[in-house]
Nanobody, 124 residues
Framework: QVQLVESGGGLVQAGDSLRLSCAAS????????MGWFRQAPGKEREFVAA????????YYADSVKGRFTISRDNAKNTVYLQMNSLKPEDAAVYYC?????????????????WGQGTQVTVSS
């Protein structure tokens, strides 16, 4: 129904910037919001940021607020995550997610669609 493909991950130095992209296809209009989660080795998947398709309302985890910016291009069915001032603790596999119903954005179990993930590595 909805397919999500992340790209843009890579290896960067602490303090550098990186922009992730999530290309959505299929019935993207069936999702109310898009978001980014991340998962480091040995840790649970955690919420990073979310944005609603219509109003563009944004939500951020406290750990990234002021450094990361989520945005969307509705015409291209693409969501971006601009990551600035990267820290070693930001290193993780980053997943794009789609949300089909209204609810709590912070719990990954409440999101319906997921991409394959893209690796972000931050060296100190």
């Amino acid at each position: 129904q909805v397919q999500l493909v992340e790209s843009g991950g890579g290896l960067v130095q602490a303090g550098d910037s990186l922009r992730l992209s999530c290309a959505a296809s299929g019935r993207t209009f069936s999702t109310s919001a898009m978001g980014w989660f991340r998962q480091a080795p040995g840790k649970e998947r955690e919420f990073v940021a979310a944005i609603t398709w219509l109003a563009g309302s944004t939500y951020y985890a406290d750990s990234v607020k002021g450094r990361f910016t989520i945005s969307r291009d509705n015409a291209k069915n693409t969501v971006y995550l601009q990551m600035n001032s990267l820290k070693p603790e930001d290193a993780a596999v980053y997943y794009c997610a789609g949300h089909s119903v209204r609810g709590n954005y912070y719990d990954p179990r409440l999101w319906q669609y997921w991409g394959q993930g893209t690796q972000v590595t931050v060296s100190s």
